[in-house]
């Protein structure tokens, strides 16, 4: 049984805290785990204050004794994580028009910037271009929507400042993000990444979704469930040119869900 994360690479561990862990002897239903693991099931085992007693030199907890105090790299390196990854002020409420050019969005390169974005943007008359990195003359609604960063009804999103590209490449869009239970190849084929006769996709993995809708599309259907604590979604390929440009560009974090 393999706790945390498995990799080849030293570097890559778990880290944090291992709160409760229950061992099943047989294949259960994913709504009998989910109970398992609840709030109310774990409360009983969970310490108010997680110990921070004993550190091994690179930060982690450990077992047996070791230096009591986190390394000085440590409380710095958490300081500006938090820094970097704070929005600046409240969120700017935009147009389905409105590009990286609103003053809002002056600011330093890596700066992130919380924006609203209305409902039914999918359809509105403004530019599009680029995937992942866009143009700053982009919809940045749009933009947020072709990454997966907001769903169709509107919503939040993070907007990071990014430095000018050479050129912008081009896909399709995706509004659906899959369990970590799904199919890869069922849900690439889903997602119009792939076709019946196999091939490779490209996929991204995200973070937590509070829900995932089902639907049928591309002759695959899929179902409705709770939440989970990762998702993945793809990239289609298309066959557009890219879009040059040595403007400001922006890439949106993904916050949908499907």
């Known amino acids: 049984m393999i706790i945390g994360r ?38 009983a085992h969970i310490p108010q204050v997680p110990s921070e007693s004993r550190r091994t030199d690179d930060g982690r907890l450990c077992l047996s004794a070791c230096s009591p105090q986190r390394p ?14 704070t929005p600046a002020k409240h969120a700017v409420y935009l ?17 992130k910037v919380l924006a609203h974005c209305p409902p039914d943007c999918l359809q509105a008359g403004a530019p599009l271009e680029g995937c992942r990195y866009y143009t700053s003359k982009s919809s940045v609604c749009k933009a947020g929507l072709h990454a997966g960063a907001v769903p169709k009804e509107g919503g939040n999103l993070l907007v990071t400042l990014a430095a000018g590209r050479a050129s912008y490449d081009a896909s399709q869009g995706h509004f659906g993000f899959y369990s970590p239970i799904s199919s890869v190849c069922r849900a690439a084929m889903h997602a119009g990444a792939l076709t019946n006769e196999g091939g490779e996709v490209e996929l991204f993995a995200s973070d937590a979704k509070p829900k995932f809708a089902g639907s049928e599309m591309n002759g695959i259907k899929s179902e409705s469930s709770g939440g989970y604590i990762r998702s993945f979604v793809f990239v289609v390929a298309s066959a557009a040119s890219s879009s040059s440009s040595s403007s400001s560009s922006s890439s949106s974090s993904s916050s949908g869900t499907a």
Do not use: M
Request: proline fraction near 3%; charged fraction near 15%; include cysteine.
């Open 6 to 43: 498995a990799s080849a690479a030293e570097a890559d561990y778990f880290e944090g805290d291992i709160l409760g862990v229950k061992v099943f002897n047989q294949e259960v239903p994913i709504a009998t785990i989910q109970k398992a693991f609840s709030a109310e099931a774990l409360a």
């Open 72 to 85: 000085a790299w440590a409380a710095a390196a958490a300081a500006a994580a938090a820094a970097a990854a």
């Open 95 to 111: 147009a389905c028009s409105d590009s990286l050019r609103r003053p809002e969005f002056n600011g330093h390169i890596g700066q």
